[in-house]
């Protein structure tokens, strides 16, 4: 009975094993036959692309269209690549700063520094937003000079304030400085006017007071040994009377140009006049040239005889005459010209510019007028001298004009001299000279040319170098 049982379960279990064997083939089957369905599928798919392309890349109706699409893809592939490219560059870049001021930190009252550049050239670099905030901070380049004595000395310069996030490269990165230690010297003040050019010329102004005569400075041995002067810069622009200002002290050596130095006070407090002084002096013309065609000058009449001048007293004082000048060669006729005011050095301006001339010409004649004293000037020396030829101490001047104008021309009106700065004891000849009249209308010139001297080592115990003394005196 058992066995019986037992046989009927085996069969049972070959039974279902050889069930199970069949499914599993029956699956392969249907799985191989799947996958060679998608095989086929995919086949006859690429078959289909691939006559699809061919019949459009060969295929004249539509060769230019799938030109321009595949001329897109190629731009589009390689403008990626650049804007690609840009886009991871500036990820991380530099940029360069000229000129940043180089600072030093040491003790600037007891040391003068010299060496120290005073910019340096940066490179920055880091990601591209913290080189844009690097660059557009406050960062400074310095030379950290704390602790090290009077002397020469190699130091390194930094960077501070650009940030951690970016590296700061330093051009010139070294720096040769030498200390000096500071003493102090005691100077006058001198002034300058400034800005005189933006004062009215009117005004003038005049001599200041200061609060304090004298200054001290402080600066190396060496440095206070090149300093000239020490000046207050008193600036005049726009003043019209006295006024008072701190007017700041500059120091300058022998040659006029400044020098770095601590002045104490840096400002000195001053006062100044302020005045319009003026003098009313005659016009006076001056003719040069000859009128053409034998005419000469008679007469000039000028709607101004005066002109009034401003300027310093000091200039004022040595001015007796303002000068117009009229280039006779131009003039062929009867005219009306106008011709500027010509003002002296030194003055600053006059109540007239210019003035009007009424010109008249006459036919010009010429006579000679004989007996004209022959004068010396600058005898410095105070030679005796006497003429070479015996008894010769005159000459004779021609003088031109209108009939008018030298009609009463007489010997005693002209001026002839010789000019004694050069005589040596000798035989000497020297140039005859003749002096013009003033105004012009009327022209000498001289009938020789040369006069001869014996000049004797002797000098006059009176001292004849006057203008006008006999020079046959001796």
Known sequence: MTENMDKRKEMENSEAKTELANRIAGQSRRVAS????????????????????????????????????????MYAVVNYNSRASIYTNTL???????????????????????????????????????????ANSNGVVTADLEGLTEGT?????????????????IEPSNAIITLKKKTTQAYDLTYD?????????????????????????????????????????????GQTSDFTQDAKLVAYDAAGMPVEADIYPSTIEVTVPVTSPNK??????????EVPNAM????????????????????LGQIDKVVVTVNASTISKDSTIMRPITLPTGVNSSNINQITMSIKLAEGTSRTIDGVKINYRNNINNYKAS???????????????????????????????VDMKDAKPGLQEFPLEVEQPSGGLVRYSLTESVYELNVLGETNDDGGSGEGADVNNG
């Open 280 to 289: 009313t002096v005659p016009i006076e013309v001056e003719i040069s040239g």
């Open 153 to 169: 000395h190699e130091v390194k310069l930094s960077a501070e304030g650009f940030g951690d996030n970016v590296t700061v490269k």
């Open 92 to 134: 991380r870049s530099a940029r360069e700063l000229s000129a940043i001021n180089v600072t030093a930190k040491y003790n600037a009252d007891t040391f003068e520094l010299t060496g120290l550049p005073s910019t340096a050239d940066i490179v920055i670099y880091g990601d591209a937003t913290s080189v844009t905030s690097a």
């Open 296 to 315: 000469a000058i008679d007469n000039i009449e000028m709607d101004q005889q005066t002109v009034t001048i401003y300027g310093p007293e000091s200039v």
């Open 387 to 417: 003429p070479h030829t015996e008894n010769k101490t005159t000459t004779s001047v021609t003088v031109f004009g209108t009939e008018a104008n030298i009609a009463n021309i007489t010997a005693e009106d002209i001026n002839v001299y």
């Open 193 to 237: 006017f400034i800005n005189q050019d933006k004062m009215e010329s009117i005004y003038s102004a005049g001599t200041p007071s200061f609060e304090y005569t004298r200054v001290n400075v402080r600066a190396s041995k060496d440095t206070l040994n090149t300093i000239a002067f020490i000046k207050a810069l008193i600036d005049v622009s």
């Open 34 to 73: 799947t996958y060679q369905h998608i095989e086929d599928s995919v086949i006859r798919a690429v078959r289909w692309f691939s006559s699809l392309i061919d019949r459009s890349l060969f295929n004249r109706r539509y060769s230019k269209f799938v030109s321009l699409i595949l001329a897109i893809l």
